[in-house]
């Protein structure tokens, strides 16, 4: 199992930034394939709102296209998100999720526990 750990969530106001990190660790050599941000509002379905792969290639909410910024350092594992020009509508608990393969065999799909962010008006 690939564990994912969260941090940088808080409370800003509006127009502030904010940057998430979220790392990856195991008891078993696994290679991530890809990481991504996902948030979830209350009374919301889930939604993705930036992916990156390994070999760099990116895709981003139309919401939060020019002011999210999503990056990543393969040495370590770790994914980040750098949230500027932050809105109220940004406000959700967001999730960090990885996929990728152990490299003795097998596939995994992990979620970090999710870190709040609130944006103030």
């Known amino acids: 199992q690939v564990q994912l750990v969260e941090s940088g969530g808080g409370l800003v106001q509006a127009g502030g930034s904010l940057r998430l990190s979220c790392a990856a660790s195991?008891?078993?050599?696994?290679?991530?394939?890809?990481m991504g941000w996902y948030r979830q509002a209350p009374g919301k379905q889930r939604e993705l709102v930036a992916a990156?792969?390994?070999?760099?290639?990116?895709n981003y909410a139309d919401s939060v296209r020019g002011r999210f910024t999503i990056s990543r350092d393969n040495a370590k594992n770790t994914v980040y998100l750098q949230m500027n020009s932050l809105k109220p509508e940004d406000t959700a608990v967001y999730y960090c999720?990885?996929?990728?393969?152990?490299?003795?065999?097998?596939?995994?799909?992990?979620w970090g526990q999710g870190t709040q962010v609130t944006v103030s008006s």
């Open positions: 195991g008891s078993k050599i696994f290679i991530i394939s890809a």
């Open positions: 990156i792969t390994s070999r760099g290639s990116t």
């Open positions: 999720n990885a996929e990728g393969f152990y490299f003795a065999g097998g596939y995994f799909n992990s």
